[in-house]
């Protein structure tokens, strides 16, 4: 089970969203029990179909509120607090009012107060808890931005991944991680990449041992993090063992975290620049993106000569 912290929450935000503590117990645990549940569900506007949520209340809330009984308040307070959600935010700079303080402390539920929009301090929490919450594998390979686009690099061990990630940087490219790679499901079909803090800004090389790609290519060269988009994997051909195809009718896929990711295998042999086909690679799929496919592109050229042909025969 996927899980944190009120007091995490309350730490790793309270600047940004200049969180206030007002009462309350902050070890609640904020958690993702069932699969159907992704982490962005867990936060929302005052809500009393899912009182489990992480409960924000805003102008408009509190103007409802103010148009009501007090025992109607109160009875809708105490039906959402007994389920016991993990904390309530006031938001919009309001004042909590003694109703919600009163009803928190007898439930002994987190309350915070912020100046910050209602929305604004949703979709920040949404993000944060999308990460913290995520779906996590590390994986061993190396992380790359080329030409803007997250390009994982694996192989076996020799198969050259630090060197191809070596040249990438000289020729411009940004390095988000070598030998381990933290990949985190932060939506349903997107996957993000970071480096491990021990490992960052470094890549090992055989023969030169360990380098500081940020200390010796400067700033530009390293990326925080970066959304994954293609897998490239090197591969050594064997005596003996088949060609890959030359005209492949279906791109190759492979699942990380339940997620889809386009991969191509590059054959490594003496001559072979594996920079400049990794780019090329890394451009096709870019075309491919906006809706450009070069093989089917060659393949329609082909069908319509031949049936010019045809017809002209």
Same mark, same amino acid.
């Given at each position: 089970?996927?899980?944190? &912290?009120?007091?995490?929450?309350?730490?790793?935000?309270?600047?940004?969203?200049?969180?206030?503590?007002?009462?309350?117990?902050?070890?609640?645990?904020?958690?993702? /029990?069932?699969?159907?549940?992704?982490?962005?569900?867990?936060?929302?506007?005052?809500?009393?179909?899912?009182?489990?949520?992480?409960?924000?209340?805003?102008?408009?809330?509190?103007?409802?509120?103010? /148009?009501?009984?007090?025992?109607?308040?109160?009875?809708?307070?105490?039906? !959402?607090?007994? @389920? /016991? =959600?993990?904390?309530?935010?006031?938001?919009?700079? %309001?004042?909590?009012?003694?109703?919600? *303080?009163?009803?928190?402390?007898?439930? $002994?539920?987190?309350?915070?107060?912020?100046?910050?929009?209602?929305?604004?301090?949703?979709?920040?929490?949404?993000?944060?808890?999308?990460?913290?919450?995520?779906?996590? @594998?590390?994986?061993?390979?190396?992380? *790359?931005?080329?030409?803007?686009?997250?390009?994982?690099?694996?192989?076996?061990?020799?198969?050259?991944?630090?060197?191809?990630?070596?040249?990438?940087?000289?020729?411009?490219?940004?390095?988000?991680?070598?030998? !381990?790679?933290?990949? &985190?499901?932060? @939506? =349903?079909?997107?996957?993000?990449?970071? %480096?491990?803090?021990?490992?960052?800004?470094?890549?090992?090389?055989?023969?030169?041992?360990?380098?500081?790609?940020?200390?010796?290519?400067?700033?530009?060269?390293?990326?925080?993090? *970066?959304?994954?988009?293609? !897998?490239?994997?090197?591969?050594? /051909?064997?005596?003996?063992?088949?060609?890959?195809?030359?005209?492949?009718?279906?791109?190759?896929?492979?699942?990380?975290?339940?997620?889809?990711?386009?991969?191509?295998?590059?054959?490594?042999?003496?001559?072979? $620049?594996?920079?400049?086909?990794?780019?090329?690679?890394?451009?096709?799929?870019?075309?491919?993106?906006?809706?450009?496919?070069?093989?089917?592109?060659?393949?329609?050229?082909?069908?319509? *000569?031949?049936?010019?042909?045809?017809?002209?025969?």
């Amino acid at each position: 089970m996927r899980q944190t &912290s009120v007091a995490r929450l309350f730490e790793d935000n309270r600047t940004r969203l200049q969180l206030t503590h007002v009462s309350g117990n902050l070890n609640a645990v904020i958690s993702v /029990r069932e699969e159907r549940i992704w982490p962005a569900d867990l936060i929302g506007h005052l809500n009393l179909i899912h009182p489990e949520r992480l409960q924000i209340l805003g102008a408009a809330e509190l103007a409802w509120a103010r /148009r009501q009984s007090r025992d109607k308040v109160a009875h809708h307070l105490s039906g !959402i607090l007994a @389920a /016991r =959600p993990p904390a309530i935010i006031v938001a919009d700079g %309001c004042e909590a009012p003694n109703i919600v *303080m009163g009803v928190c402390e007898a439930h $002994n539920v987190a309350l915070f107060s912020t100046p910050q929009p209602a929305a604004g301090v949703i979709d920040q929490l949404r993000l944060y808890l999308s990460r913290q919450l995520a779906e996590k @594998a590390s994986l061993h390979g190396v992380f *790359m931005d080329v030409l803007g686009l997250g390009v994982f690099i694996t192989g076996n061990s020799g198969a050259g991944k630090s060197e191809l990630a070596l040249e990438l940087i000289s020729r411009g490219h940004g390095l988000v991680a070598d030998d !381990i790679v933290e990949f &985190s499901r932060i @939506a =349903p079909t997107v996957l993000e990449g970071r %480096c491990p803090e021990l490992l960052q800004d470094f890549i090992e090389v055989r023969g030169l041992g360990i380098l500081n790609i940020r200390t010796i290519f400067g700033e530009t060269a390293c990326r925080r993090k *970066m959304r994954l988009r293609l !897998i490239c994997h090197l591969e050594r /051909r064997q005596p003996g063992q088949d060609d890959p195809t030359r005209l492949p009718m279906q791109r190759e896929q492979q699942d990380i975290l339940g997620v889809g990711i386009p991969r191509v295998t590059l054959p490594v042999a003496a001559g072979r $620049n594996l920079a400049v086909l990794l780019e090329a690679a890394v451009r096709s799929t870019i075309l491919q993106l906006r809706g450009v496919d070069s093989t089917q592109e060659f393949i329609d050229r082909q069908t319509r *000569m031949m049936q010019n042909d045809a017809q002209d025969g």
